[in-house]
């Protein structure tokens, strides 16, 4: 058995359905399909009751999971020793968002210094992976924005900004002191690829199922409001073009800024990177 193809099983096995894996995995659905039929047939057995309404883990499955998640988590520290023995040691960080935000700026700082011989690594990721590749194995440790599922993973809040509707500044609601969710209720809103993280798509839906064009980057989204006037979302406090304008939303829940890591992974860089975040967004 590969690794690769137990990250996989792993994937499938959490989100319980194809399609939501293989966005987590950012692939397509097709290969990873066909890895686990190809897992299925090393193991000769199956490892999914697959329906049309997604698919459920049959009892070898779930032992295969127990026992897949023990030897990833092996695998990452041997990684991380061996490293650490030739000399090498790094720490791959995920970042979803503004990477010129004064926080990441003080802590990509205050950690040089602290880790000035390692390899520090980093993967912008785009909105479809709140986890930035986390649970993927992609990176060690992530600096995102919650909420998102977080099963078998260990979040902790860095940071908490208000959110503000993202219009064109020709919206006859761009001229507002503050606007509700429910100012919006006509609207069409940017929507996400099917398959990503459910509470993350909510959240940035207002808590109600939305129609309109479907994006993955920050980019997207800008262009989606300019072009079709879509309505868009973003924490307060960024910079945007004169064509746009950024209105308060009283009755949003924040956005909080997080650092988040696999459960139980006792990886000292990712402790040390925990510390040093928490100290560099207190600032």
Request: aromatic share 6%; proline share 6%.
């Amino acid at each position: 058995m590969e690794l690769r193809t137990l990250r996989y099983f792993v994937a499938v096995a959490e989100e319980l359905h194809f399609g939501r894996a293989a966005t987590r995995l950012h692939m397509s659905q097709p290969p990873l399909s066909r890895a686990i039929k190809q897992l299925e047939a090393e193991v000769g057995a199956l490892l999914f009751a697959r329906s049309p309404a997604g698919v459920d883990l049959t009892p070898v499955g779930t032992v295969l999971l127990d026992e897949a998640r023990a030897l990833l988590g092996h695998a990452d520290r041997v990684r991380v020793r061996v490293s650490a023995a030739a000399g090498v040691a790094a720490i791959t960080v995920g970042i979803l968002g503004d990477g010129t935000d004064p926080g990441v700026t003080a802590l990509a700082a205050a950690y040089r210094r602290r880790h000035p011989g390692i390899d520090i690594r980093i993967r912008d990721t785009d909105l479809t992976d709140p986890t930035c590749g986390l649970r993927a194995g992609l990176v060690d440790v992530a600096l995102t924005r919650a909420p998102f599922d977080e099963t078998a993973l260990t979040v902790g809040a860095l940071r908490t900004d208000p959110v503000g509707a993202v219009l064109r500044a020709d919206d006859p609601l761009a001229h507002r002191d503050r606007l509700r969710l429910a100012d919006l209720n006509d609207r069409r809103w940017f929507q996400f690829p099917q398959g990503t993280d459910a509470v993350w798509q909510s959240y940035w839906n207002g808590g109600t199922v939305r129609e309109g064009p479907v994006v993955r980057t920050v980019q997207e989204c800008v262009q989606a409001v300019l072009w079709n006037g879509t309505v868009g979302l973003a924490p307060l406090g960024h910079d945007l073009s004169a064509e746009l304008a950024v209105v308060p939303l009283i009755d949003m829940t924040p956005s909080r800024v997080v650092v988040a890591w696999n459960k139980g992974d006792a990886n000292p860089l990712i402790r040390s990177f925990i510390e040093t975040a928490t100290a560099a967004y207190r600032r």
